[in-house]
């Protein structure tokens, strides 16, 4: 399956459930036939989510990405309970295909509690509405790759920072993207499923934020994601927009770090988001 709009993506965030803990999913195939590793990370969330009770919500996930795998193939994950505490849950969850383990990761769950909280505020940034769609943004270079850059998206992108192909136009790129996204479509108001969509949605603008510091594009470079940490402060609200805020502060031995604060349009935080991507050897000449 490609992903042309959000219902690709949300039909593959349905996991089947193959056996007791043990899950099998569907991938959005690419030109590489490349699994995307935001994708992965948010349909291991979707397994794991799938073991605990219904009250207690993901708070936090660790996944390390191995293999790079064939989108072409479903993949098959195995869910380990490790603990079911008073007010948290503990789960390991590996992704495989055949023998080999594509990914790994270690994810909790909490109980609500009614307890004190606080939270740096939303940055000072455009409304959504006064600011142009991507593909509005990239209309100079639709000739380019046969569309790509304005090509339909399953989430509605509005950029404040330019996006990596528009950087690369600009003398001194900035190691900061902040956009407002919301789905291209409606969606159900699932908790779980607003969480993965998080994740996979953090997987693309936290790896774009590294790229316009090198001053590459996704079409352009070699890049592999191998770990990704998201914590889940808030339940995400997809029937409005959600400001993603990412930096870059590293870039160092072929790898680059990132970091992302994402927040609901009435300011609340919704999560903090943190990966590792690998670029390799600089091949510029």
Same mark, same amino acid.
């Given at each position: 399956?490609?992903?042309?709009?959000?219902?690709?993506?949300?039909?593959?965030?349905?996991?089947?459930?193959?056996?007791?803990?043990?899950?099998?999913?569907?991938?959005?195939?690419?030109?590489?036939?490349?699994?995307?590793?935001?994708?992965?990370?948010?349909?291991?969330?979707?397994?794991?989510?799938?073991?605990?009770?219904?009250?207690?919500?993901?708070?936090?996930?660790?996944?390390?990405?191995?293999?790079?795998?064939?989108? $072409?193939?479903?993949?098959?994950?195995?869910?380990?309970?490790?603990?079911?505490?008073?007010?948290?849950?503990?789960?390991?969850?590996?992704?495989?295909?055949?023998?080999?383990?594509?990914?790994?990761?270690?994810?909790?769950?909490?109980?609500?509690?009614?307890?004190?909280?606080?939270?740096?505020?939303?940055?000072?940034?455009?409304?959504?509405?006064?600011?142009?769609?991507?593909?509005?943004?990239?209309?100079?270079?639709?000739?380019?790759?046969?569309?790509?850059?304005?090509?339909?998206?399953?989430?509605?992108?509005?950029?404040?920072?330019?996006?990596?192909?528009?950087?690369?136009?600009?003398?001194?790129?900035?190691?900061?993207?902040?956009?407002?996204?919301?789905?291209?479509?409606?969606?159900?108001?699932?908790?779980?499923?607003?969480?993965?969509?998080?994740?996979?949605?953090?997987?693309?603008?936290?790896?774009?934020?590294?790229?316009?510091?090198?001053?590459?594009?996704?079409?352009?470079?070699?890049?592999?994601?191998?770990?990704?940490?998201?914590?889940?402060?808030?339940?995400?609200?997809?029937?409005?927009?959600?400001?993603?805020?990412?930096?870059?502060?590293?870039?160092?031995?072929?790898?680059?770090?990132?970091?992302?604060?994402?927040?609901?349009?009435?300011?609340?935080?919704?999560?903090?988001?943190?990966?590792?991507?690998?670029?390799?050897?600089?091949? $510029?000449?």
């Amino acid at each position: 399956m490609v992903a042309r709009k959000l219902s690709d993506v949300l039909t593959t965030l349905d996991v089947e459930h193959i056996a007791d803990d043990e899950f099998m999913a569907t991938q959005l195939d690419n030109a590489a036939h490349h699994i995307v590793g935001g994708h992965l990370a948010a349909q291991a969330l979707m397994s794991a989510s799938r073991t605990v009770s219904g009250d207690r919500a993901a708070h936090s996930m660790h996944v390390y990405l191995l293999r790079a795998g064939d989108a $072409r193939r479903p993949v098959h994950f195995e869910i380990t309970r490790l603990r079911d505490g008073g007010v948290l849950s503990s789960r390991r969850v590996l992704a495989r295909q055949d023998d080999e383990v594509l990914l790994e990761a270690l994810m909790s769950f909490t109980a609500p509690l009614h307890t004190f909280e606080h939270q740096q505020p939303i940055p000072d940034v455009p409304t959504p509405e006064s600011l142009p769609s991507v593909q509005e943004q990239l209309r100079p270079y639709a000739d380019e790759h046969g569309g790509h850059w304005v090509r339909p998206q399953p989430l509605d992108l509005r950029y404040i920072d330019p996006p990596p192909r528009l950087a690369l136009d600009r003398p001194d790129p900035s190691p900061r993207i902040r956009l407002w996204c919301r789905p291209a479509e409606p969606m159900p108001d699932d908790p779980v499923l607003n969480s993965c969509l998080l994740t996979y949605m953090s997987g693309t603008a936290l790896l774009e934020t590294a790229m316009v510091v090198r001053r590459t594009t996704p079409l352009t470079c070699f890049s592999a994601l191998i770990d990704h940490a998201v914590w889940f402060h808030r339940p995400a609200d997809f029937s409005d927009w959600v400001l993603s805020d990412a930096v870059a502060p590293s870039g160092v031995h072929g790898r680059a770090l990132t970091t992302a604060t994402m927040y609901n349009r009435t300011g609340a935080l919704v999560c903090t988001a943190t990966q590792e991507i690998y670029f390799g050897r600089d091949r $510029r000449e």
